[in-house]
């Protein structure tokens, strides 16, 4: 807009009245505001004095200024009052004429596509961001570009995972493995809880037990059996589930991974009420606050209990009342001395433990 203010003040200087009119007209299409729109006819007014001291020219310089605001500036005006602008429109505008006809990526179609790719990703439109951080990779914006897609994409599995569109998880997945941006065992568990989704729980776990097969890191191979220990749990498979949560455990033990044995002690504790075996049970439970105190839990008490209430909405009906039975067994340890024999057996060692 300032490069067509300067051509219009030297039109009018050549007394070129119908060029600076025809600059000033196309300064006015680019005004966002009407402060803008005041300065281009305020500002040319303030100059056209330094032009001429013949009078008729002055006069005729500022008639030609004084018709553009009637016109022109005041139906922008109107414009602008029915459009008010906006970042999103602005930029769209941007890459409208920096980006869309383009064959590379400059510096300046690669700032745009980033601040679109970002403004995208930080609204949740996440299709959208994934076209933007697409065009980058590769680009001077690497490496954002490849871990915003990358990002973007993992967002999207989970809402499609959420309402079980196995084939479009599978796709984005694909997308992602491609990137080299992730694993088999979140690919897997990915695909499995869109299946789960459609309650097609054996298929979600024979998705995971091939995974198994072919992970070759420890902390997947761990990962994906406590989810498929928790799916063979939920389907009563008590010792599918027992399989999958001791290799899982075993794993955990190996890494020194406190978190996780707490977790999969927990699992093994429901599998042991499930069973009936509350003394097992009540074992499970010590090792698990045990893990949680060696990884730094100031509260065991409160760990167990919140991922007992967890798994309290986990899947399964057994699993439930299973979870809620270690909750009672978490609580009476909590309390005070058991004095029911069996209980005592089982609950005592937890409630020492929990003391201490």
Known sequence: ??????????????????????????????????????????????????????????????????????????????????????????????????????????????????????????????????????????????????????????????????VGDVDHVRRLMERMTALEYTEPAEAATAVASALERNHRCHDAREQLEAAIAMATDDRERAKLHQRAGGLALAQDDLDRASAHLHAALEIAHEREAHGRSGQLQIRMALIAILRDDVTAAGAHLLAAARAWKEGGAVDPTAALNGELHGLERARGANVERAAREALRLVELAAGAEVVDEDLALAVNPLQRELDG
């Open 1 to 162: 807009m300032t490069c067509l203010m300067a051509d219009a003040f030297a039109a009018f200087a050549r007394d070129d009245i119908d060029e600076a009119t025809e600059r000033l007209s196309r300064a006015t299409e680019l005004a966002t505001s009407r402060i803008e729109l005041r300065d281009i006819v305020e500002g040319m007014l303030l100059r056209l004095p330094l032009l001429s001291d013949d009078g008729v020219v002055a006069v005729a310089h500022e008639r030609a200024v004084q018709a553009l605001g009637a016109g022109p500036v005041r139906e922008r005006e109107q414009w602008l009052a029915r459009n008010p602008p906006s970042p999103e429109r602005e930029l769209a505008a941007a890459l409208a004429t920096h980006v869309d006809q383009a064959t590379t990526l400059g510096p300046i179609q690669t700032a745009l596509l980033a601040v679109r790719a970002r403004r995208d990703a930080h609204a949740g439109r996440r299709e959208a961001a994934v076209a933007a951080y697409q065009a980058l990779l590769g680009s001077s914006f690497e490496p954002e570009a490849t871990l915003g897609l990358t990002r973007a994409l993992r967002e999207m599995a989970e809402e499609q995972a959420a």
